[in-house]
């Protein structure tokens, strides 16, 4: 099984959707939970961190389920520029990496 | 602006041939990271040092040769490189172990190896 799974996308929604994306982890005692967002040929940057609580940054909404091993993303009334690929990045209990899920694409279409 | 630089952008070089790929970053961080991310496969972890000591290293071929002369620096050496090495590489870097803080990268080298 792999590290970090996610829906393999793509996903094609129209403008004002609203869109979830789905992630699971295959380590229990893994530690820190992030979305990262990369634009075509550009390097990832972080959209959130993903807390047990759960949190919110406007239109962004991310869940994390431990016990599930189980982390969301929803983005509510989607723009043409959410357009890119969302990574879900998760760090193990010991040592020093951020281990990358395979990415979601997503095309916002007017 | 990520405070995380990267050079080259771009590189284009032969299979004989031995270049360098230089990352610095501004942020105080001292941890440093690099990821190779080729088409349609997720990044992966290459190299990864803490305060200028490597920590991890991903079974990596020895035609890649890191370097971290402190912790703000961190090179690439590269040398007798195969087509398959194309890819874009990624330098990042976090601040503390990683279960704390995020990775911030750099926007990437692209290489070529023809």
């Known amino acids: 099984r792999k590290e970090v799974e996610q829906d393999p996308g793509p996903f094609n929604v129209p403008e004002g959707a609203t869109v979830a994306f789905n992630c699971t982890y295959s380590n229990s005692a893994s530690q820190s939970f992030f979305w990262y967002r990369q634009d075509c040929r550009k390097e990832p940057k972080l959209l959130m961190s993903v807390y047990s609580s759960g949190n919110e940054d406007g239109r962004f909404t991310a869940q994390l389920n431990r016990a599930s091993q189980y982390i969301s993303l929803l983005i509510r009334d989607s723009k043409l520029s959410d357009s890119a690929t969302y990574l879900c990045?998760?760090?193990?209990?010991?040592?020093?990496?951020?281990?990358f899920g395979p990415g979601t694409r997503l095309s916002v279409l007017p | 602006e990520t405070g995380v630089t990267q050079t080259p952008r771009h590189l284009v070089m032969g299979m004989t041939n031995k270049k360098s790929l230089k990352c610095e970053q501004h942020l105080g961080h001292n941890a440093m990271y690099w990821y190779k991310q080729s088409a349609k496969k997720p990044l992966e972890l290459m190299f990864v040092?803490?305060?200028?000591?490597?920590?991890e290293n991903n079974s990596v071929p020895s035609r890649f040769s890191p370097e971290c002369p402190n912790s703000s620096h961190l090179f690439l050496h590269l040398h007798t490189l195969q087509p398959e090495d194309s890819a874009l590489y990624l330098c990042?870097?976090?601040?503390?172990?990683?279960?704390?803080?995020?990775?911030?990268f750099g926007q990437g080298t692209r290489l070529t190896v023809v």
């Open positions: 990042a870097s976090s601040q503390g172990p990683s279960g704390y803080t995020e990775a911030f």
């Open positions: 990045v998760v760090t193990p209990p010991y040592g020093q990496n951020f281990v």
């Open positions: 040092y803490s305060l200028e000591e490597r920590v």
